[in-house]
């Protein structure tokens, strides 16, 4: 390839930089890693490799920008496209892991670090998303994609490049481009500040319990785990119960007493609200320069913007899908709170039920309607057998096998590595890589990405390393990790994330794996969940961790009788968000008031005073940690639609059909974005996706 000379000549103008670290230490991110798969060499890495690196990778670019637009032959695929793809592996290298460490391993030093390098980080972007001269060769082979004797793909591939181009503002007029480039730089200072005040924020607050008896009705492991917490504290003989997932949620779902729940439910829903890391005013700064960033590109509104790069096309389409899911789901709110209600006035409560009462008296509905106490399946799940499930059905399904690799290079103790190899040839197919313990230097939540994208590199083709995170039970000194059902519907959707990077046959990294439209790639991920809690696969992996016995028969029946159960609440707090964010995309932000704000939203929308947004603004980092799924966090539920319409096929033809799976595999898992996603899904579906399939997936239709 002609990029490969480029780029050797372009590091040995950085060898002047290199030579700069300290004699003993070599930075890792300026040659090619040297293990055979490419995972990084962790124990290598230090903080202060990141900006030397960063700014070589810049360097390397922009020689490489300049090869492409010096040269005189006409443009084409081979000289103007393909060089794209791998336009600065240095910076390839240092932003997978910078952006790894951002979510899940930032320690002081390292955000200290991050403050300097998101702004160069955006200098690179800016770099070669504005240049006018390597966009018009980009559109002269865009104008000419049709008479160039193109595959289908590479036509598809110049097309993507040409809209990803024009939406990053490379068609802009000069003045207007320089507007852009300041309102990018200025939003990436607040997602930096929107971000460290949410991880401060999660990680300075706490309730400390001091009588035992305010724990009754909380799991033996949430009080062990409780009480390993105090002492890490130095509050020994005590239990602190922080706002992370696996110790917030037993809280609101167990605990008898109302009071520790509400002090909870309040502290993680008004985190990041108030003090030092109050992020009501970086929201109203990150609206007023997305409403400008809007109006440059020639939108009306940010969410018009955002919206016309997928497949809802327009913010009114993503309503309206909304609001069809929205208004069912309501309904059937109220009727879970009546059950609710109902069970207080029986055991004497006066009161009426408040946000904090939600979780804990759903449990008690589903003990009274189909004697299922999440309590008693826990045993069943820990980390180690649902895992042992996870794989037993990617290689059913999909014929690929998990092979430890105790000695690969890794960022935690914790983290586990796996070979992905072929169940039938052995052959190599990923690496895949597990994090799934909370801990202060973690943002909350799940999530799957790569360090490594399949797809053609500047020395030939290479295959994916995947990760999932996530912030699941830890185990104790006494228990293993015992997974709650919803940490194990996350193990199965990130992983379904990980397997359409981990199967991609697309043969350019800009088409291949997740790299689809962001109202697509939820479907992989949530139709994977469907297989959590199937009886043919419960029946294989979930075993007692101290008996070993097979979940019984009657458990799997309460599990699957329950699974439409406080469908109104999931869906109405997710509709909810969703809604809320297409309104934030939608206003202007002059004058806003965040609280109020979201208050008006709740009163148009309807939104059940019961139940808040899934998450409330200053810690809904979807929308405001970055550009991610702002005006796109519906896609969740846009995507439910497609994988609620798949599944029934797998459904139809068993779950385990070799014929479907292997069709969902070739048709969907494998082909990243060579083709047009709708086209896709009707070539596996055989009719266009239909919503009604969700409405009977949540149960609010027959």
Not at 252 to 257: D, E, R, V
Not at 348 to 358: M, Q
Not at 514 to 520: C, F, G, P, W
Not at 562 to 588: C, I, P, R, Y
Request: hydrophobic fraction near 40%; glycine fraction near 6%.
């Amino acid at each position: 390839m002609k990029l490969l000379k480029t780029a050797c000549a372009a590091l040995c103008c950085l060898a002047t930089i290199s030579t700069t670290m300290a004699e003993d230490h070599q930075n890792p991110f300026l040659s090619p890693y040297q293990d055979k798969y490419g995972i990084p060499p962790f124990d290598k890495i230090q903080v202060a490799d990141f900006i030397p690196a960063i700014k070589a990778g810049i360097e390397q670019q922009k020689q490489n920008i300049w090869a492409i637009t010096v040269n005189r032959a006409v443009p084409d695929f081979d000289n103007t496209i393909l060089p794209l793809e791998n336009i600065s592996p240095i910076l390839d290298r240092v932003a997978q892991v910078f952006y790894h460490y951002d979510g899940a391993l930032s320690t002081d030093e390292f955000a200290q670090m991050a403050e300097e390098a998101i702004p160069l980080l955006n200098e690179a972007s800016n770099q070669i998303n504005l240049d006018e001269q390597l966009f018009n060769r980009i559109k002269a082979v865009y104008d000419r994609r049709n008479e160039m004797g193109l595959n289908p793909v590479q036509i598809r591939v110049v097309e993507k490049y040409y809209r990803e181009f024009a939406e990053q503002g490379a068609a802009l007029p000069e003045d207007k481009k320089k507007e852009l480039i300041k309102v990018n730089d200025e939003l990436s200072k607040l997602f930096i500040q929107y971000n460290k005040n949410l991880l401060n924020a999660t990680n300075n607050f706490f309730v400390t319990v001091y009588d035992p008896a305010d724990l009754a009705g909380l799991p033996e492991s949430s009080v062990e785990m409780a009480q390993e917490e105090a002492k890490a504290k130095g509050l020994d003989g005590l239990w602190v119960f922080t706002l992370h997932a696996p110790s917030r949620l037993p809280v609101l779902q167990y605990a008898q007493n109302r009071g520790l729940r509400e002090a909870i439910y309040k502290g993680y829903t008004s985190l990041a609200s108030y003090g030092d890391n109050n992020n009501y005013p970086v929201i109203e700064q990150i609206v007023k320069l997305r409403a400008q960033k809007a109006k440059i590109m020639g939108f009306d509104n940010f969410a018009q913007m955002m919206t016309s790069r997928v497949m809802a096309k327009t913010p009114e389409a993503a309503t309206n899908l909304l609001l069809q899911v929205f208004e069912p789901a309501v309904k059937r709110s109220h009727e879970e709170v009546a059950d609710m209600q109902a069970i207080v006035n029986e055991e004497g409560g006066n009161f009426k039920i408040a946000p904090w009462d939600y979780y804990y008296y759903a449990e008690k509905v589903k003990k009274k309607k189909y004697d299922l106490d999440e309590s008693e399946v826990r045993p069943y799940f820990s980390l180690e057998n649902v895992l042992n499930g996870l794989f037993t059905a990617a290689e059913k399904l999909y014929g690929i096998k998990m092979v430890e690799m105790p000695d690969a290079p890794k960022w935690m103790d914790e983290v586990t590595v796996y070979e992905v190899v072929d169940a039938n040839t052995g052959d190599h197919v990923a690496v895949f890589m597990t994090d799934y313990f909370p801990r202060a230097t973690k943002r909350q939540g799940a999530w799957m990405e790569q360090m490594q994208s399949s797809g053609l590199y500047e020395d030939g083709n290479r295959r994916p390393i995947v990760y999932n995170i996530g912030n699941f039970t830890k185990p104790t000194a006494t228990t293993p990790a015992l997974l709650t059902i919803d940490e194990v519907e996350t193990t199965f959707h990130e992983f379904g994330h990980a397997l359409q990077a981990i199967l991609s046959q697309a043969p350019y990294r800009s088409i291949a794996g997740t790299n689809v439209d962001r109202d697509y790639v939820e479907m992989c991920s949530q139709i994977n969940e469907h297989w959590a809690f199937a009886p043919e696969l419960l029946k294989t992996y979930a075993k007692h961790y101290k008996t070993g016995e097979t979940i019984p028969d009657e458990l799997i029946e309460k599990l699957n009788n329950s699974s439409k159960f406080n469908q109104g609440f999931v869906t109405t707090e997710l509709a909810g968000a969703a809604l809320l964010d297409l309104e934030w995309g939608q206003t202007d932000g002059e004058g806003v008031n965040v609280p109020e704000f979201e208050v008006k939203v709740a009163e148009k929308i309807g939104m059940p005073e019961e139940i808040t947004y899934r998450y409330r603004s200053p810690y809904f980092k979807h929308i405001f940690g970055d550009d991610g799924y702002a005006s796109g966090y519906y896609t969740y539920l846009w995507s439910q639609v497609l994988e609620a319409d798949a599944f029934e096929l797998f459904e139809e033809n068993g779950i385990f059909d070799p014929a479907t799976a292997t069709k969902f595999k070739t048709t969907i898992l494998e082909t990243g974005d060579t083709e047009d996603p709708m086209v896709l899904f009707e070539r596996f579906r055989g009719h266009k996706p239909n919503p009604e399939a969700l409405l009977r997936l949540r149960g609010f239709k027959d």
